[in-house]
């Protein structure tokens, strides 16, 4: 790495941290603002409110750091160019490629951090965040229970009907499983006070249960009341029951891959959803990368004239890409788009403008201009 390297990272780095940690202060602000009353009304002790904002921070890097690289960059790229230091680097013979390298490093660094949040944790946390509230300000454990939940298992023909279980697997209480034919004629019933899985074994164990089947001669149904029935070979598992239940923003990478394999019977339209954000997942850490290619050649100006459309130039281009990757993704959820095109298309087209902004101002030419009403 060279001086000119480490001065361009250090020009952007100070900014970055500024903007990063100053929305993560605005959040917290505005999220205390708006749950203290529940915190005192539940008493919430400091460690409940660590756990719970330790919770949250996975999402909010996963918001901040995009918009914190956009802005940082645009704020140290038009420094420097007011300053004529990027005049100074032209003349020296560096292009505006080897000028803004460090930076594409830089959002590769990012791009790879965000992937690592995205991947699990920041889904999570908007799926806890209610529960966490409602807890605390209750007073009770966090757990979020299915109640009076019904699972149709398409491959094997089998039904479950659970009158309680916990949403992330456990102990399933007063649970009714009907076992049919491809035909939709029952050969077996099962009913339960409580249903066990052993993930060890791969079996399920049934107490206080009773087995009913349809007597071949054409008589009364023959019923077994046992202590404890154990079912081996069952596909079912109970975060694959309590899944059909979960909505596909609130999964991470592992679990929607799950989703899909476990449920691949669903019809597609009611998959499209699961599909489109686990595209999704990949897509949005790569915001970071080609936001470098949209902001330098906004930030990099010529002349003291030049800075204010540029900087206006990039954030128009980076809010239409959040509105337009909201808008595909609700065409991906109803089946619209393949979810490829839901996911990348906005973002493809982001970088395709940033690439042909790169070439405008590496060329010397004039960027399009980009006015602000009431401003000539």
């Given at each position: 790495?060279?001086?000119?390297d480490?001065?361009?990272?250090?020009?952007?780095?100070?900014?970055?941290?500024?903007?990063?940690?100053?929305f993560?202060g605005?959040?917290?602000?505005?999220?205390l603002?708006e749950?203290?009353?529940d915190?005192?009304?539940?008493?919430?002790?400091a460690?409940?409110?660590?756990?719970?904002?330790?919770?949250?921070?996975?999402?909010?890097?996963?918001?901040?750091?995009?918009l914190?690289?956009?802005l940082?960059?645009l704020?140290?790229l038009?420094?420097?160019?007011?300053?004529?230091?990027?005049?100074?680097?032209?003349?020296?013979?560096?292009?505006v490629?080897?000028?803004i390298?460090?930076?594409?490093?830089?959002?590769?660094?990012?791009?790879?951090?965000?992937?690592f949040?995205?991947?699990?944790?920041?889904?999570r946390?908007?799926?806890?965040?209610?529960?966490?509230?409602?807890?605390?300000?209750?007073?009770?454990?966090?757990?979020?229970?299915?109640?009076?939940?019904?699972?149709?298992?398409?491959?094997?023909?089998?039904?479950?009907?659970a009158g309680?279980?916990p949403?992330?697997?456990?102990?399933?209480?007063?649970?009714?499983?009907?076992?049919?034919?491809?035909?939709?004629?029952?050969?077996?019933?099962?009913?339960?006070?409580?249903?066990?899985?052993?993930?060890?074994?791969?079996?399920?164990i049934?107490?206080?249960a009773?087995?009913?089947?349809?007597?071949?001669?054409?008589g009364?149904?023959?019923?077994?009341?046992?202590?404890?029935?154990?079912?081996d070979?069952w596909?079912?598992?109970?975060?694959?029951?309590a899944?059909?239940?979960m909505?596909?923003?609130f999964?991470?990478?592992?679990?929607?891959q799950?989703?899909?394999?476990?449920?691949?019977?669903?019809?597609?339209k009611?998959?499209?959803?699961?599909?489109?954000?686990?595209?999704y997942?990949?897509?949005?850490?790569?915001?970071?990368?080609f936001?470098?290619f949209?902001?330098?050649?906004?930030?990099?100006?010529?002349?003291?004239?030049?800075?204010?459309?540029?900087?206006?130039?990039?954030?128009?281009?980076?809010?239409l890409?959040v509105?337009?990757?909201?808008?595909?993704?609700?065409?991906?959820?109803?089946?619209?788009?393949?979810?490829?095109?839901?996911?990348?298309?906005?973002?493809?087209?982001?970088?395709?403008?940033?690439?042909?902004?790169?070439w405008?101002?590496?060329?010397?030419?004039?960027?399009?201009?980009?006015?602000?009403?009431g401003?000539?």
């Open positions: 790495m060279t001086i000119l480490r001065y361009v990272l250090r020009k952007f780095s100070v900014p970055f941290l500024y903007c990063f940690f100053c993560n605005v959040w917290l602000v505005f999220d603002s749950h203290l009353p915190f005192v009304k539940g008493r919430a002790t460690g409940q409110l660590l756990e719970y904002y330790g919770s949250q921070l996975p999402e909010i890097v996963v918001i901040s750091i995009p914190a690289t956009l940082a960059l704020y140290s038009a420094a420097m160019s007011r300053s004529n230091e990027i005049i100074s680097m032209l003349g020296a013979g560096r292009s490629l080897r000028i390298t460090p930076l594409l490093g830089a959002g590769v660094v990012l791009s790879l951090v965000m992937a949040f995205n991947y699990e944790s920041a889904p946390a908007s799926g806890v965040k209610k529960e966490y509230v409602s807890a605390i300000k209750d007073g009770v454990k966090r757990q979020r229970v299915l109640s009076a939940h019904l699972f149709r298992n398409r491959e094997d023909f089998r039904t479950w009907f309680s279980m949403a992330g697997g456990g102990l399933i209480d007063n649970v009714q499983i009907i076992q049919q034919n491809a035909a939709g004629e029952v050969l077996e019933q099962w009913h339960a006070r409580r249903a066990e899985f052993d993930p060890y074994q791969a079996r399920w049934l107490r206080d009773r087995h009913s089947s349809p007597d071949p001669e054409g009364p149904a023959i019923i077994e009341l046992k202590d404890s029935i154990v079912i070979g596909s079912e598992t109970p975060w694959r029951l899944s059909s239940r909505k596909p923003d999964l991470s990478v592992p679990e929607l799950e989703y899909l394999k476990f449920n691949s019977d669903f019809p597609e009611r998959l499209a959803p699961y599909r489109t954000h686990l595209q997942r990949w897509a949005v850490p790569a915001v970071c990368f936001v470098v949209v902001a330098a050649p906004c930030g990099i100006v010529y002349s003291r004239r030049g800075v204010l459309g540029g900087v206006a130039l990039a954030i128009a281009l980076f809010f890409l509105f337009s990757s909201h808008l595909f993704i609700a065409f991906g959820n109803a089946g619209r788009v393949s979810p490829f095109v839901a996911a990348w298309a906005p973002l493809i087209v982001f970088f395709a403008a940033g690439l042909y902004l790169l405008l101002r590496s060329t010397n030419r004039d960027l399009p201009r980009f006015r602000l009403p401003i000539s």
